[in-house]
Structures are given as C-alpha cells and as structure tokens.
C-alpha cells in the first residue's frame, strides 16, 4: 500500500528501525514504536549520533515533533 498522507508513511514505518534528524543536527536511529498528530515519536532501542558517529545508546526516547526534520527508514 503506498502512503497518501504523512502520517500514513509514518504508519507503514511503525515498528521499524528509522533515522530521525533534529534540528541541532543530532540523529537517533532505533525502531519507531509510536507516533501523535504532532509527529511527537516514542523510538525503542535507539542510539544517538552526532556527525554519523554512534555516540551512546539512549534505549526508549521520546522526541518532539517541533524539533524533527527529518524521518527516513534506515
């Protein structure tokens, strides 16, 4: 099934490990778990990285939604 709608896509990738970028250029990687109308993400087994280097294991994380740009499955 193709995604129509944004929240949509991120549907299709419940459950599945994303790459999530923030505003201040930090990315965590790990399996997204849920989601709100804010993009607002609950990510499980998920790792920080700065510059593409893993800098720790962060486990369950909840992100803003105001601070994403980006969400791409891994």
Do not use: W
Not at 10 to 23: D, G, M, S, T
Not at 28 to 57: M, P, Q, S, T, W
Request: aromatic share 4%.
């Amino acid at each position: 099934m193709e995604a129509s709608r944004p929240l949509d896509a991120l549907n299709e990738a419940r459950n599945k490990r994303v790459i999530i970028e923030l505003k201040n250029g930090k990315q965590y990687v790990g399996k997204l778990r849920a989601f709100d109308i804010h993009i607002n993400c609950v990510v499980d087994d998920a790792e920080e990285r700065i510059n593409g280097e893993i800098k720790r294991k962060v486990g369950s994380v909840f992100i803003r939604g105001d601070t994403i740009v980006l969400i791409s499955l891994e």
